[in-house]
């Protein structure tokens, strides 16, 4: 079996772990920032630091050993356009909120039998797709070319190199600082300390953030047929999923495709099991207006971020890229002006957003 062959294998089996975690959990950055700026809830925020800690300290101690190169990832360019980037953060953060959920939250409950999801995820990879190489993307590169700049310093353990802390120290000393903050923002809160199936879920998703680096740049580190270093995200990999399923003849599988049939999987398996299968759909025409006009904005805006809430809100971060930390700032003020302020998108009504619970 060749590298790429195991790469997919990896994929799937990360996937699957994703998909069976996600539905237990109720693992959604959306979900997460809903509970807590409107209900005061901040058991699924925690989840989230607690996986973007694990996920930093995982991926930065392989780093550290020289068995990933980070810097072949799309994270740690150079060359990037940081207004792009949180101008697509904003747009994804704004449409997660109107269509109730991230794309990997849409795919986690498609597998549930939750058919509102199906056009999440359709719409997602299609607006997606014509951003990164249809109609709009002359547009998307014109912008990039406008506003695009080149940095020296792409990361920050490359910043504590730049000062004087060279190497594997530069890594540790960064991912010890960033870890600990989200480790004691996680574990500052007594009830969350009480609730294992969440502590679990957030070293678990960390972990699979640390896999998919392993399986694409160790596994795949093949000097005839390298593939794509890269890890968990959604945005993408959820196109290159629908194109792969219409022409299949014409295309060959990879990571990403294989961790969306995964994640589609597990959820699958795991609603089946436990009892949590059943059919839903919208109320209403205005509601799958409003999750269809989310979705577009989802695809569209993590295509100019270069990923999602998982994309770049987990496996960017676990780089330590600046550029990650500029795309998941639009993405944060993007889900803040859908929960609050003038702009923010009104519950439809009561039994919709019970119904789009995560933890139903």
Same mark, same amino acid.
């Given at each position: 079996?060749?590298?790429?062959?195991? /790469?997919?294998?990896?994929?799937?089996?990360?996937?699957?772990?994703?998909?069976?975690?996600?539905?237990?959990?109720?693992?959604?950055?959306?979900?997460?920032?809903?509970?807590?700026?409107?209900?005061?809830?901040?058991?699924? +925020?925690?989840?989230?630091?607690?996986?973007?800690?694990?996920?930093?300290?995982?991926? &930065?101690?392989?780093?550290?050993?020289?068995?990933?190169?980070?810097?072949?990832?799309?994270?740690? &360019?150079?060359? !990037?356009?940081?207004?792009?980037?949180?101008?697509?953060?904003?747009? !994804?953060?704004?449409?997660?909120?109107?269509?109730?959920?991230?794309?990997?939250?849409?795919?986690?409950?498609? *597998?549930?039998?939750?058919?509102?999801?199906?056009?999440?995820? +359709?719409?997602?990879?299609?607006?997606?797709?014509?951003?990164?190489?249809?109609?709009?993307?002359?547009?998307?590169?014109?912008?990039? $070319?406008?506003? &695009?700049?080149?940095?020296?310093?792409?990361?920050?353990?490359?910043?504590?190199?730049?000062? *004087?802390?060279?190497?594997?120290?530069?890594?540790? /000393?960064?991912?010890?600082?960033?870890?600990?903050?989200?480790?004691? !923002?996680?574990?500052?809160?007594?009830? !969350?300390?009480?609730?294992?199936? &969440?502590?679990?879920?957030?070293?678990?998703?960390?972990?699979?953030?640390?896999?998919?680096?392993?399986?694409?740049?160790?596994?795949?580190?093949?000097?005839?047929?390298?593939?794509?270093?890269?890890?968990?995200?959604?945005?993408?990999?959820?196109?290159?999923?629908?194109?792969?399923?219409?022409?299949?003849?014409?295309?060959?599988?990879?990571?990403?495709?294989?961790? +969306?049939?995964?994640?589609?999987?597990?959820?699958?398996?795991?609603?089946?099991?436990?009892?949590?299968?059943?059919?839903?759909?919208?109320?209403?025409?205005?509601?799958?207006?409003?999750?269809?006009?989310?979705?577009?904005?989802?695809?569209?805006?993590?295509?100019?971020?270069?990923?999602?809430?998982?994309? $770049?809100?987990?496996?960017?971060?676990?780089?330590?890229?600046?550029?990650?930390?500029?795309?998941?700032?639009?993405?944060?003020?993007?889900?803040?002006?859908?929960?609050?302020?003038?702009?923010?998108?009104?519950?439809?009504?009561?039994?919709?957003?019970? $119904?789009?619970?995560?933890?139903?």
């Amino acid at each position: 079996m060749d590298s790429s062959h195991l /790469v997919v294998l990896a994929g799937l089996a990360i996937g699957l772990i994703y998909g069976a975690i996600g539905l237990a959990s109720g693992f959604c950055l959306m979900s997460s920032l809903r509970g807590w700026w409107a209900k005061g809830d901040t058991r699924l +925020v925690r989840t989230y630091a607690l996986a973007i800690a694990v996920a930093i300290a995982a991926t &930065q101690t392989l780093a550290a050993y020289g068995l990933v190169d980070l810097g072949k990832s799309i994270y740690l &360019q150079p060359t !990037f356009s940081g207004p792009l980037m949180f101008f697509g953060g904003l747009l !994804f953060g704004y449409g997660m909120v109107m269509a109730n959920g991230c794309p990997s939250r849409a795919l986690i409950l498609l *597998g549930r039998g939750n058919l509102r999801s199906f056009v999440v995820v +359709v719409l997602v990879g299609i607006s997606a797709e014509v951003t990164l190489k249809g109609l709009i993307a002359p547009m998307r590169i014109a912008a990039l $070319q406008v506003s &695009q700049s080149t940095v020296t310093v792409t990361s920050l353990p490359a910043w504590l190199s730049s000062v *004087g802390l060279h190497g594997a120290p530069a890594r540790i /000393v960064a991912a010890a600082a960033i870890g600990a903050a989200f480790l004691i !923002f996680a574990f500052a809160h007594r009830p !969350f300390r009480r609730a294992p199936d &969440q502590i679990g879920a957030g070293i678990m998703i960390g972990l699979l953030v640390a896999a998919g680096w392993f399986a694409t740049g160790y596994l795949g580190a093949d000097e005839f047929n390298p593939v794509p270093i890269t890890s968990l995200t959604f945005i993408a990999p959820i196109a290159d999923a629908l194109q792969y399923v219409m022409l299949s003849t014409g295309l060959t599988l990879n990571f990403g495709i294989a961790t +969306v049939a995964g994640v589609f999987a597990g959820s699958v398996a795991t609603a089946l099991v436990t009892g949590r299968f059943r059919l839903e759909g919208f109320s209403s025409p205005r509601h799958m207006l409003r999750s269809a006009g989310g979705a577009v904005l989802m695809g569209a805006g993590g295509a100019m971020a270069l990923g999602c809430s998982v994309g $770049q809100g987990l496996t960017g971060l676990s780089t330590l890229a600046l550029a990650s930390f500029i795309a998941v700032a639009g993405i944060l003020a993007g889900t803040a002006a859908g929960l609050r302020g003038a702009l923010r998108v009104r519950p439809l009504t009561p039994m919709i957003e019970a $119904q789009s619970s995560p933890w139903t």
